[in-house]
Every structure is written in C-alpha cells, then in structure tokens.
C-alpha cells in the first residue's frame, strides 16, 4: 500500500501529519509513505522511516501587487511539480491535513479516481477542508463539535481526536520535576505563548506572577521565544521568581507532566495535549485567525476544564485574578481535572492509521 501525506506549513499541520505517517509504519512495516510539506517550514522532523519531500509552494497574500503576482506564478509552478511527484509515487491513498498547501493535492487525487482522506485539527474547520470535504471519501475530525458545521453525510465522518506527537508521553510527575531541577511537592505553572512566543503573554503573565501573594511557593516554566527570554529572566530573579525560562524547548512531555496549571493560547495541538495530559488552563486565545481558537477553547470551557480570558480582556490583573482564584483552590483544580473524563480516550495517530490504512486496501 503506497500512502501519500500532504500538509500545510505550520507545526499544527506537519505534527499531526508525521505522527499518522509513524502510526501506519508501525502497523503497516511494508507500507510506502511519502509525506509532502512546504519548504518554507521552519520544521524539522529529523530521522524518519518513510520518505519526506519538500514542495515549493509559495505563502500566499490578497493584496494586489507584485509580490502576489509572483506568488500566484510559483503557487501555478509548484502546483504542477508536486502533482508530477504525487502521480509519479502512484498512490493508493492521499491525506490531506489542511490549507491551501494540500487543497489541489487532495483534489487532483479525487479527480484521478485514487482514495482521499482529511484531517482537520480544529473545531472550526478550516476554508481547505471545508470544500474538500464535499469530494474526499472520509473526513476525520479531531472534534465532535466540528460535526456542526460541516455539510457533509454524517457516514463518511470519523471521529479521531488529534494525532499528537510519539514523544507526548505522561512521565511521573518527580521525575519531570527533577529534568527541571524542580520540586514536585511545589505547586507549578507552566507558560506556553506558543512555538514563537507570545509578547503580550509574555509581559502580562510576569505583572502578574511577581506581584501574586505567596509567589515564592509557586514554580515557572515560561516557554518564551527568542525575544523576551533575557527581560523575563532578568525580571524573575529580580522579584525572586523560581523561574525556567526557555526560548524553545522540544521535550514538552517533561514541562506537561511537572505542571499543575497550564497558561497559554487555544490552538488545536495545545487544546489535544491538554486532554491528553489532564491539565487545568487558564486560556488565552489568539483574537484572529477567524475565531479558530476561540472555539477550540470553549470545547475544554464548556466541560470545566479550563477558564478563558479574552485578549481584549487580558491584563496583569484579569490574569492574577484567574491565578489567584485557582492556585488557593484545591478543589476547584481537581474538578478541572475530572472534567476531562468527559473526554474520550484513545490514541488519535492509531485511529486515524487504521481508517486510512482500511481505506487504502478496499
């Protein structure tokens, strides 16, 4: 069986697409997989056991001037170079994860006749998966709530959670503590503003960490970015923070499983990591990107499993409010917890593998 893989750019696309790409090799060992991502990713996936190649596949604007022009030239060229690479891999199978990077992959392989598969990562279903989903043979949704808002037979949806990362294992909580050199009996908060920071998350959360009664019982990971992490270190050990501060850090299988309480934005990996790990929030959602992470955060809100501030509302004080409110209630955070048993559990990467892999035989 021969398994195409196209994605969009970003590591919400190209991590759920590479963590499906492991599951069949497990499950399928004689299984061919290519798996296609733009070139201008930042992303790397390192060693992998399939085959990766990079399209050259422009970023897109709406504005019209030179620079679009010429991006609607190389968006045409490249169109045509990967449809010359996906024909020429013979597929059985083509998977689509989103955006316009994958819509003429996915499309061109419904009109060829050869099986097609969607995966969208976020409740709100995004323009791509939207006008695919009239032509694909399954859409699989990491979401039940996305079903809504699809105009599509409700018998080719399959509902697969989010396929999360191999690494995103629970690790006991003292060892987790220790990869930080932390105490696990202190109560910890984890910062994440997202793979390039955040700089309002950033500032608003140390106005409100270092002016937080009892902050000296309390422990920081701040996942930062590059350009806020020298400030924040310095503010930190200034107003005796016990504080971790990292521009970038791969290994968040340690950060989930030493945290007690989670701030960050509401995209679609973070929202599924969460449920993974059982991890109370405080969320942050990012204001644009048409409201998508707004409606993924609602899904963990509306089963009390999170608390959301929105951006117009976030200040250091909304934020030491919401912290205050959680950290001095135990009970408050173990309800959090519960709440996520509303959640079904499986192994999203497997489910979707078997779905494809099904597909890709009949």
């Known amino acids: 069986m021969k398994v195409f893989i196209v994605t969009g750019a970003s590591g919400g696309h190209i991590f759920p697409a590479a ?49 679009s022009i ?9 169109f045509f170079e990967d449809l010359k690479v ?15 990077d994958s819509l003429g992959m996915v499309f061109c392989a419904w009109l060829f006749r050869i099986k097609t598969v969607i995966h969208e990562q976020n409740v709100i279903a995004g323009k791509a998966n939207r006008l695919l989903a009239k032509f694909v043979d399954r859409v699989a949704l990491s979401f039940e709530q996305t079903i809504a808002g699809l105009k599509v037979r409700r018998e080719k949806i399959i509902l697969t959670g989010n396929p999360l990362r191999e690494a995103m294992k629970i690790v006991e909580p003292e060892i987790a503590a ?19 920071g955040s700089g309002k998350i950033n500032s608003v959360f140390a106005d409100a960490i270092t002016t ?11 996942l930062s970015g590059k350009n806020d992490r020298e400030a924040l270190v310095n503010r930190y050990t200034n107003e005796k ?26 995209g679609a990996i973070t929202i599924s990591e969460l449920i993974f790990f059982s991890l109370p929030a405080v969320l942050l959602p990012y204001p644009y990107a048409y409201g998508h992470q707004m409606a993924n955060a609602k899904v963990l809100a509306d089963q009390s499993c999170a608390i959301i501030i929105e951006d117009a509302k976030l200040s250091g004080l909304t934020l030491k409010d919401a912290l205050s409110g959680l950290i001095n209630s ?16 499986s192994d999203a990467a497997e489910k979707l593998a078997l779905e494809v892999i099904k597909l890709g035989v009949l």
């Open 19 to 67: 963590s499906l790409a492991q599951s069949i090799k497990l499950l399928e060992p004689q299984a061919e997989l290519l798996l296609m991502l733009p070139k201008r990713s930042k992303i790397s996936l390192g060693a992998t056991n399939y085959t990766v190649v990079y399209s050259n596949s422009p970023r897109l604007t709406l504005a019209f001037n030179r620079v």
């Open 70 to 78: 010429l991006s609607l030239y190389g968006l045409a060229k490249a």
């Open 86 to 100: 996906m024909l020429d891999f013979k597929a059985d199978i083509v998977v689509g994860f989103g955006s316009l």
């Open 178 to 196: 220790a990869h930080f050199s932390l105490k696990s009996e202190k109560f910890t908060i984890l910062v994440v503003g997202g793979s390039q």
């Open 212 to 222: 937080l009664p009892g902050k000296e019982n309390l422990q920081v990971i701040h």
């Open 241 to 266: 923070v016990n504080a971790r501060v990292f521009d970038f850090f791969s290994q968040m299988q340690f950060a989930y499983s030493a945290a007690d309480l989670v701030i960050c934005r509401a």
């Open 330 to 345: 135990p009970q408050k955070l173990s309800l959090m917890r519960q709440g996520y048993k509303k959640f079904p559990s």
